[in-house]
């Protein structure tokens, strides 16, 4: 299983984050397929965690975005302009 998640990770499809995540996911998994597992409330609580991260750095629709001055930007567009300024104050007048 580690061998996909380095490859994955290798191909930049997944981040660091979400690589961590999924090699914790795969210990959690192998205690239990082993009969290894002693804790499955906090396992199971763990594996969603990681499930989360993995989901949110590989398919969700928000991680290209933030939240900036209550409107979803792309994380990587600058706001620190005037022009975005400007434009963020006549559609929050609109908004009024």
């Avoid at 191909?11 to 192998?30: H, Q, Y």
């Avoid at 290894?36 to 763990?46: F, I, L, Q, V």
């Avoid at 990587?76 to 104050?89: E, L, P």
Wanted: proline residues 0%; charged residues 30%.
């Amino acid at each position: 299983m580690f061998g996909i998640i380095n490859f994955l990770k290798e191909a930049e499809l997944l981040s660091e984050k979400a690589a961590k995540a999924a090699k914790d996911l795969v210990e959690i998994r192998n205690k239990y397929v082993h009969a290894r597992g002693k804790n499955h409330e906090k396992d199971a609580s763990d594996a969603i965690k990681y499930l989360h991260v993995i989901v949110e750095d590989t398919v969700s629709i928000f991680k290209d975005f933030d939240l900036q001055h209550g409107v979803m930007m792309f994380k990587d567009m600058d706001t620190s302009g005037g022009a975005f300024r400007a434009k963020y104050t006549k559609v929050k007048s609109q908004i009024k």
